[in-house]
Structure formats: structure tokens, C-alpha cells
């Protein structure tokens, strides 16, 4: 049984590498802040299942890159009814407005979220192929297509915007 | 080194500061929060059974009876002999 203790305790060790993925992958602070929280919600629901195959930061791991890339598939889902709500002044624009507020983060907007995710393992993470494969529950060879996808697009972007 | 992996460079660095104390309160009151099973259970038994008793007890002609509704209905009217237009009806 787990108890808060425990709970706090891998909070404690992981939220700065929970955070750090986070705070790339989406570009908004409440989306952000939304994130982070549930991704420590689904922790907090399954470390009581947590058997131990793999290390705890790896499942942790596993658990913020595939909650992370939900989240964005979510948010994608619904744009157009959010454009609907938009059209009919039911929401304000600004709610809607999707840029970055960290400018730097800007050209990643233009990834799709398994893009996106697999580039910033492989280039900012550090982590292997191998690795993302097993985290995201891909083949290799998708993460290779998609890892090089992205690099080109992303290096279109950032000459096409010079000095970010 | 080229543009793009300087640009690389600035995303590993990016330091984006977040408010902890915000988001742990919200986090803590998402992962205390217990939902009332058996008190919701036991809730929509009792709405329910409430339901239903109020159908079988008020609406049963209607819908339990679809045949003849009209003519039940008229011959109540005619048993309460009180109404003269149904009466003119009846005895005509």
C-alpha cells in the first residue's frame, strides 16, 4: 500500500524531470501547470501497481511522455470545437491563442506531438532510439522516420525565423 | 556550429520557472479526494425506486394500459355522474 510518504517522496525526485520535459512539450502555462498535474495524478493512481519490472524513473518517464502526448492529442481533437465556440463569441479568442510564451519554443509548434516528443528525447533528453521506441510503445523504424521528419522540418523553421 | 543546433542548444537550456506550490495544492486536493461510492449508490437505488413507484402509482393507465385510455377516461366521467355534458352524451 502506498502511502503519502511515498508519494512525496517520488514527487520530491522527479518533479524537476517531469518539469523539464513538460515545460517543452506544451507552450502555455496552464497548459503546462495542467500537465504537470496530471501526469503526478495518473503517478499517484498507479504506483500502488507498480511492480518493479523497470526502474521507477523509467516508468515515470513512460508515464509523463504518454500522458504528455495524450494531452496534446486531446487538446488537437477538440480545436475545432473550440473554433466553433470561438465563431459563435460562446468563448474569447484569446483563449484560444496558441502561441508560445517562450518564444524559443515557437518553431517546435510546428511538430505533431509524437514528432515533437521524439525530438526533444532524442536531441534535448539525450535518449536513445532504442529507448524512445520503448517509452512511446513504437517500432524503431517509426521513431527513426519520425525523428528525421521532424529534424527537417524543424531546421526549415529555425532558418526561416534566423535568430530565435 | 550550424543554426539548428544552436538552436538545440537554447532548448536545453531553457530554464521555465513554475509556480510548485499552486499546482502540489491542486495535485494533493485531486489525490485526496475520495469519491462517495456507496453513498452514490445507495442515492440512485432510492431515486430509482422513487421513480418507479411514481410511474406504477400515477401513470399506470398510460403506460401499462394504452388501449383504452379515452374510453376508460369517459366512463370514469360517466361513473362520477356529476358532469351533464358527459351524461347528455351517454344517455343520448
Known sequence: ?164 | MGKYEAYIEKIKKLDVKFNEHKILAKIEAKTKAHRPVFQLAFAGVLLTALIFSFVYFNMRPFVFDSQSTLSDYLFQQEESGDNAVLSYVFTE
Open chain 1, 1 to 164: 500500500m502506498m502511502t503519502k510518504q511515498d508519494f512525496d517522496q517520488v514527487y520530491a525526485e522527479h518533479k524537476d524531470n517531469v518539469w523539464r520535459i513538460v515545460s517543452r512539450y506544451v507552450f502555455l502555462t496552464q497548459d503546462r501547470e495542467d500537465l504537470f498535474q496530471e501526469i503526478f495524478i495518473n503517478i499517484h493512481k498507479g504506483l500502488g501497481h507498480f511492480k518493479g519490472k523497470s526502474a521507477l524513473s523509467t516508468w515515470i518517464y513512460r508515464i509523463a511522455v504518454n500522458t504528455a502526448i495524450n494531452h496534446v492529442k486531446k487538446q488537437n481533437r477538440y480545436k475545432w470545437f473550440k473554433n466553433l465556440l470561438t465563431n459563435f463569441r460562446v468563448i474569447e479568442a484569446e483563449e484560444l491563442k496558441e502561441e508560445s510564451d517562450v518564444s524559443v519554443l515557437k518553431p517546435l509548434a510546428r511538430l505533431n506531438p509524437d514528432q515533437r516528443m521524439i525530438l526533444l528525447l532524442a536531441e534535448v533528453e539525450d535518449k536513445k532510439l532504442g529507448e524512445i521506441a520503448e517509452l512511446m510503445k513504437l517500432p524503431l523504424g517509426t521513431v527513426k522516420s519520425n525523428l528525421h521528419r521532424a529534424r527537417e522540418i524543424l531546421k526549415k523553421e529555425v532558418n526561416k525565423h534566423g535568430e530565435i
